[in-house]
């Protein structure tokens, strides 16, 4: 059952992908006289130029090119060339061909461009690889596609063999249910570029096809580096800094690295950008000799490639690392929970006593002397002193008598 699946996608991808460049190949002789070189073909898969001569030549030369790149003349001795399938040229803006017969005036000029609807084929093709070993591509519909126009992806790591020729397994597509990127799992990264061609399909027009070389270890985001340490001491040394290459599925050398240091005061925001420290360096350790144990510090460290074949972009930082003691706010903290305790628990007692309890019951007033003369009486009464005359009395004393 797999192997007949298995078989049906092979052929399936040779269909897609030969069929349009079996188009007929243009060709012009010399104006002089009709070309003995006839019958040109061009096999893509192995980079082979082929043709038939009326006239038996014991040396041909022959040259590919396209806008970008022109391959050196290979010198014959039969009617076939081989070119380096590491020339890489893409075939969708279309490729040349010359033969020349040496000393002579005889050549044929070819050209071949690809069929299809002028402004159908895919547009804005790129590919990131991320987490070692998943790649996403994406790309955007052709301006004059129909809108029924279906696109597929092929790609493949090594343009010398077709055993890994893979179509895409997870389509993303638009709100139309258009594809416009697809997702790999388990890619490996090859010295070599990888292929990658898009084609289309539509009932009303044929569509150009897209194809692309590239080299899958500059479009890749490296992970951070691995096992961050920190080890401070209060000595002039200060702070040594560790870690561990990004995980990469192509290279071991760990030479091929170049490493960004960041380090920020986290402690005081506005002085944060004057304590920023950012190096770079190439091995896999760091003294950081500004160090102040009484800061708190964050640090982060990523990683690019350096003379090797490694991405020469910055990759992911890593994940933020604290180091230092910082300002100590223990005692401030425990002052301001003292404070604020004492506060709430008066302010509590004083409205439940003022709810429940009446001031004057638990704090009665002490009663005062009345004053022995003071005749004062709850309404106001003014006291006036008059001098009175002085009078003298004069007593009388009777006596009766019992008589008998």
């Given at each position: 059952?797999?192997?007949?699946?298995?078989?049906?996608?092979?052929?399936?991808?040779?269909?897609?992908?030969?069929?349009?460049l079996?188009?007929?190949?243009?060709?012009?002789?010399?104006?002089?006289?009709?070309?003995p070189?006839?019958?040109?073909?061009?096999?893509?898969r192995?980079?082979?130029?082929?043709?038939?001569?009326?006239?038996?030549?014991?040396?041909?030369?022959?040259?590919?090119?396209?806008?970008?790149?022109?391959?050196?003349?290979?010198?014959?001795?039969?009617?076939?060339?081989r070119?380096?399938?590491?020339?890489?040229?893409p075939?969708?803006?279309?490729?040349?061909?010359?033969?020349?017969?040496?000393?002579t005036?005889?050549?044929?000029?070819?050209?071949?461009?690809?069929?299809?609807?002028?402004?159908?084929?895919?547009?804005?093709?790129?590919?990131?690889?991320?987490?070692i070993?998943?790649?996403n591509?994406?790309?955007q519909?052709?301006?004059?596609?129909?809108?029924?126009?279906?696109?597929?992806l092929?790609?493949?790591?090594?343009?010398?063999t077709?055993?890994?020729?893979?179509?895409?397994?997870?389509?993303?597509?638009?709100?139309?249910?258009?594809?416009?990127?697809?997702?790999?799992?388990?890619?490996?990264?090859?010295?070599?570029k990888?292929?990658?061609?898009?084609?289309g399909?539509?009932?009303?027009?044929?569509?150009?096809?897209?194809d692309?070389?590239?080299q899958?270890?500059?479009?890749?985001?490296?992970?951070?580096p691995?096992?961050?340490?920190?080890?401070?001491?209060r000595?002039?040394?200060?702070?040594?800094?560790?870690?561990q290459?990004?995980?990469?599925?192509?290279?071991?050398?760990?030479?091929?690295?170049?490493?960004?240091?960041?380090?920020?005061n986290?402690?005081?925001?506005?002085?944060?950008?004057?304590?920023?420290?950012?190096?770079?360096?190439?091995?896999?350790?760091?003294?950081?000799?500004n160090?102040?144990?009484?800061?708190?510090?964050?640090?982060?460290?990523?990683?690019?490639?350096?003379?090797?074949?490694?991405s020469?972009?910055?990759?992911?930082?890593s994940?933020?690392?604290?180091?230092?003691?910082?300002?100590?706010y223990?005692?401030?903290?425990?002052l301001f929970?003292?404070?604020?305790?004492?506060?709430?628990?008066?302010?509590?007692?004083?409205f439940?006593f003022?709810?429940?309890?009446?001031f004057?019951?638990?704090?009665?007033?002490?009663?005062?002397?009345?004053?022995?003369?003071?005749?004062?009486t709850d309404?106001?009464i003014?006291?006036?002193?008059?001098?009175?005359?002085k009078?003298?009395?004069?007593e009388?004393?009777?006596?009766?008598?019992?008589?008998?």
């Amino acid at each position: 059952m797999f192997d007949t699946l298995g078989l049906l996608c092979v052929i399936w991808w040779c269909v897609v992908l030969f069929h349009p460049l079996h188009a007929d190949i243009q060709c012009m002789g010399s104006e002089e006289q009709e070309s003995p070189i006839t019958n040109v073909k061009m096999n893509w898969r192995k980079m082979e130029l082929s043709w038939e001569s009326s006239k038996n030549f014991s040396k041909y030369k022959c040259v590919i090119r396209n806008s970008v790149t022109r391959s050196v003349p290979e010198e014959v001795n039969s009617s076939l060339c081989r070119f380096p399938v590491q020339l890489y040229m893409p075939l969708h803006k279309g490729v040349s061909f010359i033969i020349e017969v040496p000393d002579t005036n005889i050549s044929k000029h070819c050209t071949f461009i690809p069929g299809g609807m002028n402004g159908s084929a895919i547009e804005n093709f790129s590919c990131v690889i991320y987490n070692i070993s998943l790649m996403n591509c994406t790309w955007q519909p052709g301006r004059d596609a129909p809108g029924d126009t279906q696109y597929f992806l092929y790609w493949q790591n090594s343009r010398n063999t077709y055993d890994d020729a893979m179509e895409c397994e997870l389509y993303i597509k638009d709100e139309n249910g258009r594809n416009t990127g697809c997702m790999f799992q388990n890619v490996r990264i090859e010295p070599e570029k990888a292929y990658f061609l898009v084609s289309g399909s539509s009932k009303d027009a044929l569509i150009q096809l897209y194809d692309e070389y590239i080299q899958l270890y500059k479009i890749e985001i490296l992970t951070p580096p691995l096992n961050v340490t920190v080890n401070c001491t209060r000595d002039s040394v200060g702070c040594i800094i560790t870690w561990q290459p990004p995980l990469t599925s192509h290279m071991k050398d760990t030479d091929c690295f170049q490493y960004q240091i960041s380090i920020r005061n986290k402690d005081d925001p506005k002085e944060a950008k004057k304590d920023d420290h950012s190096e770079e360096v190439r091995i896999d350790s760091y003294e950081f000799q500004n160090y102040n144990e009484k800061k708190k510090y964050i640090l982060k460290i990523r990683a690019r490639g350096k003379y090797c074949s490694v991405s020469s972009n910055w990759g992911e930082w890593s994940e933020p690392i604290e180091f230092g003691q910082g300002k100590d706010y223990f005692i401030f903290v425990i002052l301001f929970l003292i404070a604020l305790g004492t506060i709430s628990v008066a302010l509590l007692q004083y409205f439940l006593f003022k709810r429940y309890c009446s001031f004057k019951s638990i704090f009665s007033p002490i009663p005062q002397p009345r004053e022995k003369f003071d005749a004062s009486t709850d309404e106001d009464i003014q006291t006036k002193y008059v001098n009175l005359p002085k009078t003298h009395c004069t007593e009388e004393i009777t006596m009766v008598e019992e008589m008998t």
